[in-house]
C-alpha cells in the first residue's frame, strides 16, 4: 500500500534507492580516489543517508524491505563475509577472543554500577533497574535487554529510558566503528600486535627461500572481513607469503 507521505513508499522502490545509495557511495570513492574516504569510509555514508532519506520523507520508517533484507540477505552477506575465514586459525585465538569478550562484559557491569553511582542522586529510586537493562542490551544485545528487563522488574518508564540511550549511543559509537578502520594499521604497531590487518587467514607454508620475523596469521581478527577484499586477496597464498611478496 502506498503511503502519501513518503516520496517511495512501494517496496521496490525503497530497495532500489538503498541500491543506489550503496551503489553510488562505493562508486563515488573508486572514481575520484578522494581523501575523504581515507578517514570517512563509504559504508558511513551508507549508514547515514537512509536515516536523513526517511528524515526528509524520501522513503518510508518501515517497510517489508527492511524486514527482508534482516531476515534473508544479512545471512547470506554474513556468509560470504566470513567465507574465506580460516576455521582452525580463528580456533587458535578464540582463547583471546574469549577473553575479550569477558573483559568487555565486566567493563559494562562495572561501568553501569559506577555511572548511576555517580548520578543517583538526581535520578528516580528505581532508575538501577533501568541501568541494569541498558548493561545487558550491551552485554548480549535486544533480546538479552529484554530478559534483563523482566528479570529486574523495570519499569515501562524506565526501560524506555534505557532503550532511548541505547540507541542514543549506537548512533554515536557505530560511525566511530567504522570510521577506526583506516586507523587499524597504526593501532596494530603501537599495540604491537604480530601480522597486519590485511593477511589473510590461510594454512602457514614453510619455506627455505624466506626469511625474517615469524607473522603469526592467527593474530587477524574476524572484524577485517569487513575491509576491502581486495586487501584480502593473496591469490591462494598464505598471509606471511603474501605479506613477503609485496614487500619484495
Known amino acids: 500500500m502506498r503511503n502519501p507521505d513518503v516520496l517511495v513508499s512501494s517496496p521496490l522502490g525503497v530497495l532500489a534507492v538503498l541500491i543506489f545509495v550503496a551503489a553510488f557511495f562505493f562508486m563515488l570513492e573508486q572514481t575520484t580516489k578522494a581523501k575523504l574516504f581515507q578517514y570517512i569510509p563509504p559504508l558511513l555514508f551508507i549508514y547515514a543517508t537512509p536515516v536523513f532519506l526517511n528524515n526528509f520523507d524520501v522513503i518510508p ?9 534482516s531476515a534473508f540477505a ?3 552477506f554474513i556468509v560470504l563475509m566470513l567465507i574465506k575465514v580460516n576455521v582452525p586459525a580463528v580456533v587458535r585465538v578464540m582463547g583471546k577472543g574469549v577473553l575479550v569478550m569477558l573483559m568487555g562484559t565486566a567493563g559494562v557491569m562495572v561501568g553501569a554500577v559506577v555511572a548511576y553511582f555517580i548520578v543517583h542522586g538526581s535520578l528516580s529510586e528505581d ?15 535486544t533480546a538479552n535487554m529484554a530478559a534483563t528487563a523482566e528479570m529486574l522488574g523495570t519499569s515501562d518508564e524506565q526501560f524506555g529510558l534505557a ?3 541505547d540507541n542514543v549511543v549506537y548512533i554515536v559509537w557505530l560511525p566511530l566503528l567504522l570510521m577506526s578502520r583506516d ?11 604480530p601480522g597486519g590487518p590485511n593477511q589473510k587467514h590461510g594454512p602457514r607454508r ?3 627461500r624466506r626469511s625474517g620475523p615469524r607473522t603469526d596469521d592467527a593474530t587477524v581478527s574476524i572484524y577485517w572481513c569487513n575491509r576491502d577484499w581486495r586487501h584480502l586477496d593473496c591469490n591462494g597464498d598464505s598471509a606471511r607469503d603474501c605479506a613477503m611478496d609485496r614487500r619484495g
Not at 61 to 69: A, E, N, P
Not at 183 to 193: C, G, I, N
Open 183 to 193: 586507523y587499524a594499521d597504526k593501532f596494530h604497531r603501537w599495540a604491537r600486535v
Open 206 to 208: 614453510r619455506s627455505s
Open 74 to 76: 544479512l545471512p547470506a
Open 127 to 141: 532508575a538501577w533497574k533501568g541501568y541494569g537493562a541498558l548493561a545487558g542490551s550491551w552485554i548480549g544485545g
Open 163 to 165: 532503550i532511548i540511550a
Open 61 to 69: 520508517s518501515d517497510s517489508s524491505v527492511y524486514s527482508g533484507l
